[in-house]
Structures are given as structure tokens and as C-alpha cells.
């Protein structure tokens, strides 16, 4: 008798609980550990469940030769609270994504166009590492280092999504030698010598 009561209890109580369909994202709150707050319902539309931002080639000419174009929640608020996220990826030749780490989720990418070179290293450093084509799928686990090259002579191209609508991301070269962490520190940590540590600092804007 106890168990019948509590099932219908559990029942009754569930037919009253709150169901949110989305959180579309209040881009002029701040962003906090859950995301975004979420835009009053009387104030979303169609157009915040729509993105037209990766159908537009990325930039390539920078240092890396290549492009990425978020779509995360800061750029795309209906994902907001979603649990995914997209990104395009455009690679010149010779373009390389860095290693580089997504810290708040995994990372499927798929080839739409060239060849790519893509891997990434395990915490026991095994390396995993496969030359993609058109139509190739690859993961990369969550908070894992990977990277991506373009393996051809031609433009490349691949769409990437993420298990989370801000999946966060910090590139290694970045970390140690784009910021004014001491040259002296950089030197210990990474067993380069002062010349290459003064070298990758000036490329890549660091000081200290």
C-alpha cells in the first residue's frame, strides 16, 4: 500500500513540475558557469533558433592560415542551455589549428571539403592521429589537446560540433608565449632555451 501511495505521489507531483522548453540566451546578462540567463519568452522569436554565420568563409590570413567561425552561445543564443554548439573551420593551405583544448565539452568534426590531419594526445600521451577526407567523422574527448592540418594543397573545410553550448577553448602556443607570463618561468617549465622562448613571445604578442 506505502508503494502505491508513493508512486501516486511522485505522480501528482510531477504533473505540476516546471517544463522549460529552451533558455535562449539573454546575451546582455553576463555568461555564468550554467550560461546565459534566460531571454523572457515574450521576447523570443524564430530568429534566435537560427545562425547564418558559418555558410560565410572565415578569414585565413593570419599567422595560422586558417579561420575558425563560432557558433556558440554568445554568437547563436538559441543553443543556450542546449547541451551543443557549432563551429566552421577554414584551413588555407598550409592552415593549421594548434593544439589547442575545449575544457567545457567533446568535439565531433566532419570533412566538407580537402584533406585534414587531424589527432589528438590521451592523458597516458598516446597520440591518435588519422589524415581525414570528405565525409570523415573524428571526436575528440573533452579537455583533451588536439589539433587539425591542412593536408592538402587546396582550401579545407570542416564543420565541428560541441557537446555544450559554450565549450570553451585555450590554445597551447597562446598560453605559454602570448601573454607576459615571465620569460624565465616559460624557460623552466617548457625546457626551451631563452632564443626560442624570445623568438615564439615575439611572434605570437607575449611579453615578460
Do not use: W
Not at 522549460?20 to 519568452?41: I, M, R
Not at 567561425?69 to 589549428?97: E, Y
Amino acid at each position: 500500500m506505502f508503494q502505491v501511495i508513493f508512486l501516486i505521489s511522485i505522480l501528482f507531483s510531477s504533473s505540476f513540475a516546471a517544463v522549460q522548453d529552451f533558455c535562449v540566451g539573454d546575451l546582455k546578462a553576463p555568461e555564468g558557469p550554467a550560461g546565459y540567463s534566460c531571454k523572457a519568452p515574450a521576447k523570443v522569436t524564430v530568429d534566435d533558433f537560427v545562425f547564418s554565420g558559418l555558410a560565410k568563409s572565415g578569414n585565413t590570413t593570419n599567422i595560422i592560415n586558417a579561420a575558425v567561425t563560432p557558433a556558440f552561445a554568445a554568437q547563436f543564443p538559441g543553443v543556450n542551455g542546449l547541451g551543443l554548439s557549432l563551429a566552421r573551420l577554414d584551413l588555407a593551405p598550409k592552415g593549421v589549428i594548434p593544439f589547442h583544448t575545449h575544457p567545457g565539452g567533446s568535439e565531433a568534426l566532419i570533412v566538407l571539403r580537402g584533406v585534414i590531419t587531424a589527432g589528438f594526445v590521451s592523458s597516458a600521451n598516446t597520440v591518435y592521429l588519422k589524415t581525414l577526407k570528405k565525409g570523415d567523422v573524428m571526436v575528440f574527448p573533452q579537455g583533451l589537446l588536439h589539433f587539425q592540418v591542412n593536408a592538402a594543397k587546396i582550401h579545407a573545410k570542416a564543420i565541428v560540433s560541441f557537446s555544450s553550448p559554450s565549450p570553451g577553448l585555450q590554445i597551447l602556443d597562446f598560453a605559454l608565449f602570448g601573454n607576459n607570463l615571465p620569460s624565465a618561468l616559460v624557460e623552466a617549465t617548457t625546457f626551451l632555451d631563452p632564443a626560442q622562448v624570445k623568438k615564439l613571445k615575439g611572434v605570437l604578442g607575449g611579453s615578460g
